[in-house]
Every structure is written in structure tokens, then in C-alpha cells.
């Protein structure tokens, strides 16, 4: 059983950064693909950002890319997400996610583990 704990999330003002944390307890992340999902009030979850086990391959999603990067310390057995030039519209509840995958995806039906999500508040 692997468990996920965000942090790092708060309320910030547009343009500015924030990281994201993700520990795994109870077994290594290692073997994982590991995301970032995000759901905001009154809308589904969706994927943001993932990473391979290596972290050597990772996809972004288009709201995000040139803003956000996802990376792992394996060694740390914690993933982050380093978001910049944030927006009010990056505003929701981030989770991360491990799921035992070959290749890419961004469905999280895919993924087994999920933490218990930190609040990202971005001001205008």
C-alpha cells in the first residue's frame, strides 16, 4: 500500500510561484508513475502534470506548460510540482497520484494511489 501526502499549497497572488509536494510512505515511488491532478469547485478533476518513473519523461498539460514542471527524487521518494506565473484559474485542489503504468497517460482511472489533495488559492 503506498499513501501520498501533499503540501505546500496556499493562498497566493497572480504571478506568483508556489511548490508543491508529494511524500509517499509505505513503499517506494520508485517503481511508480507519479501526476498532479487538480480539481476545482464545481468541476471534474484533471490531469496537470506527470512524470515516468524516472522522471525522464514528463507531460504537461496545455493550461500549463511554460508555467508549471513536474519532477521526483526518487531517492526523496517525493515528486513536486513547481508552479509559476500562477492565475486565478490554476485555483483548486491539487492531488498527486502513483499508478503502476507503462507509457503515458493522463486518465486517472489508471492511477491506484492518490493523497489527499492541498488547496491552491490564486488572488487577482
Known amino acids: 500500500q503506498v499513501q501520498l501526502v501533499e503540501s505546500g499549497g496556499g493562498l497566493v497572488q497572480t504571478g506568483d510561484s508556489l511548490r508543491l509536494s508529494c511524500a509517499g510512505a509505505g513503499r517506494t515511488l520508485s517503481q511508480y508513475t507519479l501526476a498532479w491532478f487538480r480539481q476545482a469547485s464545481g468541476t471534474e478533476r484533471e490531469f496537470v502534470a506527470g512524470t515516468d518513473w524516472r522522471g525522464s519523461s514528463t507531460y504537461l498539460a496545455d493550461s500549463v506548460k511554460g508555467r508549471f514542471t513536474i519532477s521526483r527524487d526518487n531517492a526523496k521518494n517525493t515528486v513536486y510540482l513547481q508552479m509559476n506565473s500562477l492565475r486565478p484559474e490554476d485555483t483548486a485542489v491539487y492531488y498527486c497520484?502513483?499508478?503502476?503504468?507503462?507509457?503515458?497517460?493522463?486518465?486517472?482511472?489508471?492511477?491506484?494511489?492518490w493523497g489527499q489533495g492541498t488547496q491552491v488559492t490564486v488572488s487577482s
Open positions: 497520484a502513483a499508478g503502476s503504468i507503462v507509457g503515458r497517460t493522463t486518465n486517472q482511472k489508471f492511477y491506484n494511489y
